[in-house]
């Protein structure tokens, strides 16, 4: 009798063992898919806003420049991406160490990231004279200082220069490596914006890269800057003339990719982009492996600068879940 108790109790609990195991494999397998559901739906980029895209209220003063941080956060973005000549005024009044140390501040105040900075105005990196060029070096070195003060992976500068294509392959990794040299021992590294002028030849902008040649030296593929030559030989603000391949180009431009820039002008009806096919680009993003950044970069005049931010914003979005 107590054996065919035992072997009852035993029994019993084989089976209500059996039936936690299956339960425990069934809500686990539930968590499995629930969790791969959740990756799915989110986009294989982070989100980041440029702030040139506040440009026009920042230098018409309607808004502050240290209020970036808090706007980025209202608009669900993750990292932000500064610009140096939309702080020009507030270095003149208090220097610019209390003005990085205000930039960081509303950065951890509002839980962003500090991606980078867009560094304009501090002279030609790729000047035909080289004592042009070393004294841009010098000017753009505070600005690598406040990158690595802030958290920044990088600093993105410009390599204007000459039209002259023989003389700019030699100019170019001149200014850029002396440049990277000194990043490389504040841990930062140097991207370059297809821009205009020969800037904005991808080929020819790799060339330099590959010149160069270190591992802190990289690029920032932007949708929108492909322009060779407008009306008039002006730099900006004239009808574009010649144009390279803005496809062909980020895919050029993506092996050495620190960042992107979803440059966005005008949208239709349906939320698309008018210029750029987003669906093409980013596959072409996607396609290179690239799961960093991709920053939002308005730049159009038919929506006001917020509303444009917020399209941009949710193109991408949309494009994401249909790759």
Known sequence: ???????????????????????????????????????????????SLAQWSFNRAIRGGEMSPFDFAKKAKELDFEGIEYVSQLYTKEIEKVGMDSVVSRMKSESEKYGVTNVLIMIDREGDLAAEDEKDRDAAVENHKKWVDAAATLGCHSVRVNLFG????????????DGLKKL?????????????????????????????????????CGTLPDFGNFCLKREGGAQWDAK?????????????????????????HEFNAEGNETATDYVKMMKIVKDAGYNGFVGVEYEG????????IIATRDLLLKVAKEL
């Open 162 to 173: 000459t039209n002259d294509e023989a003389t700019w392959l030699k100019t170019a990794p």
């Open 240 to 264: 574009c003339v010649e144009e390279y391949d803005r496809y062909k180009g980020v895919e050029e431009m993506m092996p050495k990719a620190f960042a992107v820039s979803a440059k966005s």
């Open 301 to 308: 005049q038919t929506l006001a600068e917020e509303a444009g």
């Open 1 to 47: 009798m107590k054996k065919i108790v035992f072997t009852l109790v035993a029994l019993t609990f084989f089976l209500v063992s059996c039936k936690k195991n299956s339960d425990k494999k069934e809500n686990s397998e539930a968590e499995t898919a629930q969790i791969e559901s959740q990756k799915a739906a989110e986009p294989f980029f982070k989100l």
């Open 180 to 216: 990277s040299d000194y990043a490389a021992t504040k841990n930062i590294s140097v991207i370059v914006e297809n821009h205009g002028y020969l800037s904005s030849n991808a080929g020819l902008l790799m060339q330099v890269m590959n010149a160069v040649a270190m591992d802190n």
